[in-house]
């Protein structure tokens, strides 16, 4: 039986880059999947493994780590290759530059057309949805632009920051394929006529060995 378990949400960006890593690294864990309908995140036998209630959650032994991003630094450095966090100063900095910007700039802004358009309530947040959308489009075109340079988010090869951003774009892409429902013109779905560079780097990615095991099962 392994040792390593992940607690996750299916459909969780957060969860995704965790479980996208762990099979890019080839670590085998058991996964251990929680109802967000149920409120199991808040169950008493859970927060006593995650004190807020909150995924993910990776058990590596007598080892319990909270947050992705702690997540992740955790498997680098426990599982060294193939690498997540680059080889050089460079290359860090360009990954978690990148995951920043995600983070600072992206993240909460996909949050505000998707939880409105996965509740069917597209048309009572109009203003909102957007809004967002034009400062979510401003972000991919950068990134559009980044990835005309390089294959991958933060420079030639693959890295956290690409198992960070892909997620959150997979949550965009979800929510925004259902805009005909309320009527609008986000000018962002499909990426392939788009973002022609975004939609390559997508499918790049959905080629890596495990991709599907990492798939939001309630998604499928």
């Known amino acids: 039986m392994t040792q390593t378990e992940l607690y996750f949400i299916s459909g ?3 969860c995704w880059s965790v479980m996208l890593a762990l099979e890019f690294k080839g670590v085998g864990y058991e996964p251990r999947r929680l109802d967000n309908a149920k409120r199991e ?8 493994i995650s004190p807020r209630g909150q995924v993910p959650v990776l058990i590596n032994g007598g080892t319990t780590v909270c947050e992705t991003l702690a997540v992740l630094s955790y498997l680098d450095a ?3 290759e193939p ?3 680059g080889t050089d100063p460079g290359d860090t900095a360009r990954i978690w530059q990148a995951i920043c910007e995600c983070d ?8 505000e057309i998707s939880r409105p358009l996965f509740r069917g309530k597209g048309r009572e947040f109009t203003d909102q949805i957007t809004d967002a959308a034009a400062k979510v489009r401003n972000e991919l075109a950068l990134i559009e632009a980044s990835l005309s340079k390089a294959p991958w988010i933060a420079g030639d090869n693959l890295s956290a920051a690409d198992l960070v951003v892909y997620p959150v774009m997979m949550q ?13 013109e986000l ?5 392939g006529e788009n973002f022609a560079n975004i ?4 499918r790049e990615i959905e080629k890596l060995p495990g991709y599907q095991n990492a798939y939001p099962p309630h998604w499928k």
């Open 12 to 14: 969780s960006p957060p």
């Open 41 to 48: 995140q808040k169950s008493p036998a859970y927060l006593k």
């Open 78 to 80: 426990a599982y060294p």
């Open 83 to 85: 690498r997540l966090f």
């Open 104 to 111: 600072g700039n992206l993240r909460d802004t996909v949050g």
């Open 172 to 184: 965009l892409e979800r929510a925004a394929a259902r805009e005909e429902e309320a009527e609008l």
């Open 187 to 191: 000018a962002i779905y499909p990426f």
């Open 199 to 202: 939609d390559v780097w997508r």
